[in-house]
């Protein structure tokens, strides 16, 4: 059924059953994936102008190369994986990879976010959602509770 699937990733822990689930999907329809990392440039610019956007720049592919190697730990010899990292607005860089790359199937994680923190905090996957041509599939990942990544303190 699906023979191109993309898969956009953050490179969140939270992201491996939204990763199974694609790699499912590849490997029973023989399909490619195509694991996208966005380089969100766009979200830097109010550093102050002194700041090195080398450095920036060479950090945030760093993250996206970390994010696409965890894809394919995680795919496993189960599909292929073609690796992405691009430069963009995140919504609309994933509608127009799609597009360009014929893609059949989005398969893309969203956070369980509902009401005021929805509105304020925006939602690529919903943005991507209205505005894709390609079919979206959501998979609902658990965001880490509060204390989650706060360091221990030990009296």
């Keep these: 059924m699906y023979n191109r699937i993309l898969l956009p990733t953050d490179g969140s822990a939270e992201m491996e059953p939204v990763v199974d689930h694609a790699a499912a999907l590849a490997e029973r329809d023989d399909a490619l994936i195509h694991a996208l990392y966005v380089v969100d440039a766009a979200s830097f610019s109010s550093l102050p102008m002194e700041t090195s956007w080398e450095g920036i720049s060479e950090l945030l592919y760093e993250e996206g190369t970390a994010a696409l190697n965890e894809v394919e730990r995680t795919v496993d010899d189960r599909a292929p994986v073609e690796r992405i990292v691009v430069e963009g607005k995140p919504s609309s860089t994933i509608v127009e990879h799609a597009v360009d790359d014929d893609c059949d199937l989005i398969v893309m994680g969203t956070h369980g976010r509902g009401g005021i923190d929805r509105l304020l905090l925006g939602s690529v996957a ?30």
């Design 126 to 155: 919903e943005r991507v959602v209205r505005r894709s041509s390609v079919p979206v599939m959501t998979v609902r990942v658990e965001e880490p509770a509060v204390g989650d990544h706060e360091p221990e303190v030990k009296a």
